[in-house]
């Protein structure tokens, strides 16, 4: 489980940001390393940033060893902890549950400037910060600037005959995308994806690799998308659209993050956060 941290001792603020599979001992041995090197007695304030990772699991036992640990290091010095996440399915409510209850306030957030308010409001001092400065506070040095696109788009979907014998016996839908961003996001996307109907039409999953081509808040160039979903009953669960590392080419080389699609009435649209390193930032 990779993981990284800054400290930003002006804000008495902690950040702390995640990617891969996240389990719950993996996640204590972070919290051991992080907290023993970085926290002097006046910070307060921590950042625990999963939007990057996949998954997190928790078991009973572990997580409450895990919420123990924080509530001892954090629980004495009125300390806030908010978990930043892309889907509720990254976290377990387990820990979140038993960290509150030994006197660590926390709150899940999927919005990065929303969580940094909610820090800041530990002490009035924070009205003091620059309101455009708030989402990033200070820290895009060392992780990279963190933004947000979001807007619409139109996708077609074409059934494509499989072109081999073992695809022919798999029996998987396949078909083609292809779409077309509107907003901060304006690109083109082609790709790919595969379907299982399951056991029965309202069951089911699909994977997809999809190539982004076009510009994102002004800077041009492309990057790939890997899709993931299930269908239970018509409603996806556990669907996760996420940039994959390394793929991001010219002005967007370096990018990193993950997209919500929602559907209402028939319009798509897309909220997408997401990285680039500091050199990038507009």
Do not use: C
């Not at 940033?49 to 919420?67: F, I, P, V, W």
């Not at 309101?131 to 494509?160: C, H, I, N, W, Y």
């Amino acid at each position: 489980m990779p993981y990284e941290f800054v400290v930003d001792q002006d804000r008495q603020m902690l950040w702390v940001r995640y990617s891969g599979a996240v389990t719950v001992a993996e996640r204590q041995a972070a919290a051991e390393h992080v907290l023993g090197e970085a926290t002097g007695p006046d910070l307060r304030r921590i950042l625990l940033d999963y939007r990057r990772a996949t998954t997190s699991s928790t078991d009973e036992a572990s997580g409450k060893a895990l919420a123990g640990y924080l509530a001892g290091k954090l629980g004495g010095r009125g300390a806030r902890v908010a978990w930043l996440v892309t889907y509720d399915h990254q976290l377990d409510p387990l820990v979140e549950g038993e960290t509150r209850e030994h006197g660590v306030a926390n709150e899940r957030f999927h919005d990065m400037d929303k969580a940094v308010e909610w820090l800041m409001q530990a002490e009035p001092a924070a009205e003091a910060v620059d309101e455009a400065d708030s989402g990033s506070f200070g820290l895009d040095m060392a992780l990279g600037s963190s933004r947000r696109a979001q807007g619409t788009f139109e996708v077609k979907v074409a059934p494509q005959s499989p072109d081999n014998p073992p695809a022919q016996a798999a029996a998987l839908g396949r078909l083609s995308l292809d779409k077309r961003y509107s907003g901060p996001l304006d690109a083109i996307g082609q790709g790919e994806m595969l379907a299982e109907g399951g056991s029965g039409r309202k069951d089911g999953a699909y994977v997809a690799m999809e190539r982004v081509t076009g510009t994102l808040h002004g800077r041009a160039g492309s990057f790939a998308l890997v899709h993931r979903a299930l269908m239970r009953d018509g409603t996806p669960q556990d669907w996760t659209v996420v940039v994959v590392p390394g793929s991001g080419t010219e002005a967007l080389a370096g990018l990193e993050g993950s997209l919500r699609i929602t559907v209402e009435q028939g319009q798509h649209a897309y909220d997408l956060d997401y990285t680039l390193p500091q050199e990038k930032r507009p």
